[in-house]
């Protein structure tokens, strides 16, 4: 499993994905859409949705105890405002590093939308 770039790192460049992905509510990936009802398994980890997920990154590395105050909050709308209360302790190259950490969750790291039921 390809891991997330340490604080401070260019995840851009020459190894980075240059590949454009495009999906909707139909389609391979639309389980990972953030407003997706659908829990998203990572690291062994079930996340209520991939909101959850990518919120929970900004703390995974070196927070891991915030990163689960994010992934067990039951509702959805109160997902960003948990994660904006903790923004102190957000990883201080997010801004840098997101679009690769996602790139990475959705191409490289064994992430899987988990349909229940139907």
Same mark, same amino acid.
């Given at each position: 499993m390809l891991g997330f770039p340490p604080a401070g790192s260019t995840p851009f460049g020459a190894s980075a994905v240059s590949q454009i992905l495009k999906f909707? @509510?139909?389609g391979e990936f639309s @389980? /990972? /859409?953030y407003h997706s009802p659908h829990s998203v398994m990572y690291q062994e980890e079930l996340y209520p949705t991939a909101l959850h997920l990518f919120?929970?990154?900004k703390f995974l590395d070196h927070r891991p105890d915030l990163a689960d105050r994010v992934r067990q909050c039951e509702c959805v709308e109160? !997902? +960003?405002a948990i994660s904006a209360g903790l923004r !102190? =302790? +957000?990883r201080l190259d997010w801004g840098n590093v997101a679009l690769f950490i996602v790139s990475n969750l959705l =191409?490289?790291?064994p992430v899987s939308p988990v349909f229940l039921g139907g």
């Open positions: 909707n @509510g139909y @389980g /990972l /859409l919120e929970a990154c109160d !997902v +960003t !102190v =302790f +957000t =191409f490289y790291s």
